[in-house]
């Protein structure tokens, strides 16, 4: 045995035999030193951590918008946070103490509430599973097993620290009063049991966890650790659920409440609903003293596995469920291809039934994202006087809630510096943005056949968002208006001159279409009523987002390639799209189906000008009976 430690210690880092003997020289200080000085001390960190640490603020800021208002702001949150800092760091000081305190001590500093219930559930072959919030000190749960004789087993669970030499030294103090420490690393066995064995058992169940299940906790959909349902379970009706806390009642001194029995209804079988039940209770003991709670970690924090996956989680999320999971989604700077965005849109909010989009973008697209109130909830804008920073501040937008992640489809990296203040939030950009610390990398390029521009978007989301939903919905027209009818064309392009077509084809359409009206942006009102009038037809003037008024499955369009065809695809008009610049299969229109795409195939084309500089244009070519599929 001892050559083995001999070993061990051998292979130890130069760093990991620093932190033993650092961590032995503190303990050596703190045997000595009395419990309020070591709070004083924790206390003083705590003012020094608040003061230098903006990211930790805004983590503990956010957590205490979810556990107890959204609309916390200004003076209250940042006295919260202070308060909150200061005194958890005060707690985490004295949990190095606790191991360490003398029997007097521990009998000045530690008074325990509700012992008798809480030894009655883990005796005669029961077990009381301890569901414990990170709150107050909760390492003088360890230290206070003395208490607890008449119980034959008293365990906790732990996660191992990644210093060996340091591990082996705090396993020995937590264990020295005997509680028996279980690691989530050695696996489940020795707790199954435990528990089946009968006993009391802790478990951390607040922490999150990427592995457990997604359900609401304080309201807000997170990953929670299934254990003590899982427990619960295999008790096979000898298990009792606890929720045991402690909190910190004046300095140097805590209360541990050991009898909050967590009554689980007959009906209640699932591990979800069980979990739900735990979060519940744990949620109460919590409110109690809300800046005692652990907040200076990211409690709800997004990951790449954000969508719940089980239909009964959906069920709870929907049934529980009040802050919503708010996404940020900084649309395309051109116009012509945001409209690619909405199946991606469509794809996040059918994955989670608390999704809430936030769209910025350009002023120019604010009417149209406003437009598609299904999907998207509020539209800030990134060129206007009032920056989008200040827009997300106001009321209307920060009293929602935290924000959880960031999708980025555009290259500014102004904008992204601009709302530091909302971190932490998971950001996701493709990898050639420039971003750094990106946590989810979409890849832009694409190889193999071409294909539509939304289908990029669209799989590079699912395949770093484990999201499930079928395209054949994603793609689908909706919105426009099913009394519409009519022939409609669109000679104006917002791509530029290169798409184009001449005058008199035009006119030669409409003559063999019998009836047309001519279909512009408002940037081109004077060009198109000016060509309406040599036609000889009417001409409607649209805005992008008023377009499926006038626009649906009655209706046909004939246009060349840019924003329009887009707008109408979505409305359900079936679309005839002379294609210039761009390739068909990979910027036709993206909802919809049966649109038809001409193009003349030159050496040249795709060209991707906004100009054509061939002595004759590659529409040139195209006929009539071409667009008229004659």
């Known amino acids: ?19 033993v003997w650092g961590y032995k020289a503190l303990c050596a200080v703190l045997r000595i030193t009395h419990i309020k ?13 608040w003061a230098t640490m903006p990211s930790r603020r805004r983590i503990v800021a956010r957590n205490l918008r979810i556990a107890v208002n959204p609309a916390l702001r200004s003076d209250k949150l940042s006295t919260m946070v202070r308060r909150n800092i200061v005194r958890t760091s005060m707690n985490l000081a004295c949990s190095l103490k606790t191991g360490l305190m003398t029997d007097k001590e521990e009998q000045a500093s530690i008074r325990i509430i509700g012992s008798e219930d809480f030894i009655n559930c883990g005796k005669n072959g029961h077990t009381a599973i301890c569901c414990v919030p990170h709150a107050g000190n909760w390492e003088i749960l360890a230290r206070i097993r003395p208490h607890f004789n008449e119980v034959e087993n ?32 050695e696996g489940l066995r020795a707790v199954l049991k435990l528990a089946r064995t009968g006993g009391l058992l802790g478990v951390l169940s607040d922490q999150f966890t990427q592995e457990g299940i997604f359900i609401p906790y304080f309201g807000k959909t997170t990953g929670v650790t299934p254990l003590p349902a899982l427990l619960y379970k295999r008790c096979k009706g000898k298990g009792h659920l606890l929720s045991v806390f402690t909190r910190n009642v004046s ?38 003293d809300i800046l005692d709670g652990f907040w200076m970690h990211h409690r709800w924090k997004c990951t790449h596995k954000f969508a719940p996956q089980d239909a009964l989680n959906r069920e709870l999320i929907e049934r529980y469920g009040s802050h919503p999971f708010r996404a940020i989604v900084g649309t395309p700077e051109s116009f012509d291809e945001a409209p690619y965005l909405v199946p991606v849109l469509r794809l996040l909010k059918a994955s989670r039934p608390d999704m809430q989009l936030t769209i910025l973008c350009p002023k120019e697209q604010k009417a149209y994202w406003q437009s598609l109130s299904e999907l998207v909830t509020h539209v800030c804008t990134t060129d206007e006087k009032q920056s989008a920073a200040q827009q997300l501040d106001a009321d209307a937008v920060y009293n929602d809630g935290p924000f959880d992640i960031l999708f980025m489809f555009n290259k500014n990296k102004k904008l992204v510096k601009s709302l530091k203040h909302l971190m932490p939030i998971m950001l996701c950009a493709f990898d050639d943005s420039g971003f ?12 193999g056949a071409p294909r539509n521009r939304a289908a990029d978007y669209v799989d590079n989301v699912r395949r770093f968002h484990f999201l499930d939903k079928l395209e054949a919905d994603l793609y689908t027209p909706v919105g426009g208006n099913a009394e519409a009818t009519g022939n409609f064309i669109a000679p104006f392009s917002t791509l530029g001159k290169a798409d184009s077509w001449a005058e008199s084809k035009w006119a030669e359409l409409v003559k063999e279409l ?21 036609i000889g037809i009417p001409c409607l003037v649209c805005a992008p987002e008023a377009m499926p008024q006038h626009l649906g499955p009655n209706t046909t369009l004939y246009a060349v390639d840019g924003l329009i065809p887009q707008l109408a695809g979505a409305a359900g008009s079936k679309c005839t799209v002379i294609m210039a610049s761009r390739l068909a299969e990979r910027y036709g229109i993206c909802l919809g189906d049966g649109h038809r795409y001409v193009c003349n195939h030159t050496p040249c084309h795709p060209c991707m000008q906004q100009a054509c500089d061939m002595p004759t244009a590659c529409t040139d070519a195209i006929t009539v009976a071409q667009v008229l599929n004659k």
Request: hydrophobic share 40%; proline share 3%.
């Open 1 to 19: 045995m001892a050559e083995e430690q001999q070993t061990e210690e051998t292979k130890a880092t130069l760093s990991q035999k620093l932190g």
């Open 37 to 49: 000085v070591v709070a004083l001390v924790g206390r003083g960190i705590g003012y020094l951590v």
């Open 154 to 185: 008293y365990g906790c669970m732990y996660r191992r620290l990644a210093n060996p030499l340091l591990e082996k030294l705090v396993y020995k103090l937590r264990t020295m009063f005997g509680c028996q420490m279980f690691s989530k690393e």
């Open 251 to 288: 300095l140097g001194k805590w209360e541990a409440e050991m009898d909050r029995i967590i009554q689980i209804p007959e009906d209640c079988d699932s591990l979800e609903e069980i979990t739900m039940q735990v979060n519940l209770a744990l949620e109460k003991c919590q409110s109690e």
């Open 436 to 447: 750094k610390k990106i946590r989810a990398r979409y890849t832009s390029a694409h190889t």
């Open 514 to 534: 019998g009836n047309a009206t001519l279909l512009a942006l408002p940037a081109d009102e004077t060009p198109a009523r000016e060509m309406a009038e040599r």
